[in-house]
Nanobody
Framework: QVQLVESGGGVVQAGDSLRLSCTTS????????MAWFRQAPGKEREFAAA????????GYADSVKGRFTISRDNARSTVYLQMNSLKPEDTAVYYC?????????????????WGQGTQVTVSS
């Protein structure tokens, strides 16, 4: 019943910016704590960023701190990942994750629901 739909991926040059979006349906959005994960070719899926139900608490992987910002708009049932100063090593499939069982998850938390993923490719 719960569905996560992602958008915003694409091919960009190093140093460029992208904003990913993930819209959640099937349940009241404010009940979900949200996160972004990514998986590069040949690598394991890794945590990127997380945000609490209210948006008051956020967390980031060291690799994206200072460059990525996670935010949410509960009125639009959408979580965003603003990615600035993109590097080739950011190239990955980015997945949106959600869970209605906790206020906040973060790195290591096993999220219940997942989106289909959106490809981000950073050249150079």
């Amino acid at each position: 019943q719960v569905q996560l739909v992602e958008s915003g991926g694409g091919v960009v040059q190093a140093g460029d910016s992208l904003r990913l979006s993930c819209t959640t349906s099937g349940r009241t959005f404010s009940v979900f704590t949200m996160a972004w994960f990514r998986q590069a070719p040949g690598k394991e899926r890794e945590f990127a960023a997380a945000i609490s139900r209210s948006g008051r608490t956020t967390g980031y992987a060291d690799s994206v701190k200072g460059r990525f910002t996670i935010s949410r708009d509960n009125a639009r049932s959408t979580v965003y990942l603003q990615m600035n100063s993109l590097k080739p090593e950011d190239t990955a499939v980015y997945y949106c994750a959600a869970d209605n069982r906790a206020y906040y998850g973060g790195e290591g938390y096993e999220y219940l629901y997942w989106g289909q993923g959106t490809q981000v490719t950073v050249s150079s």
